[in-house]
């Protein structure tokens, strides 16, 4: 049974910083391209990073400049630390796995509010 369990979110203040925490399993973590997305209120779902399994980096413009994604692929980890953190960035943020044919796994995300 494939489950990724997010962890890390939290309240934080305008300029402030989190990170996010992904722990995979029931997947062969290492071949996975991991994915953090992120889904505002009444917006639809946007990727903000991604790390392919040969450690190639991407990110979608709203994780670009402040965020920064990695894995752990000894311990089946996907990280991501926001850093200056703007009310624009409350969302929940989910993980996701993504096989090089078939559908993603999700996991059930993990709620970001940045608030003053």
């Known amino acids: 049974q494939v489950r990724l369990v997010e962890t890390g979110g939290g309240v934080v203040q305008p300029g402030g910083s989190l990170r996010l925490s992904c722990e995979a399993s029931?997947?062969?973590?290492?071949?996975?391209?991991m994915s953090w997305y992120r889904q505002r209120p009444g917006q639809v779902r946007e990727l903000v990073a991604e790390?392919?399994?040969?450690?190639?980096?991407n990110y979608g413009d709203s994780g670009r400049g402040r965020f920064t994604v990695s894995r752990d692929n000894a311990k089946n980890l996907l990280s991501l630390q926001m850093n200056n953190l703007k009310p624009e960035d409350t969302a929940v943020y989910l993980c996701s796995a993504w096989p090089t044919y078939g559908s993603p796994y999700w996991g059930s995300g993990t709620r970001v509010t940045v608030s003053s």
């Open positions: 790390v392919t399994s040969g450690g190639i980096d």
């Open positions: 029931g997947i062969i973590f290492s071949i996975f391209t």
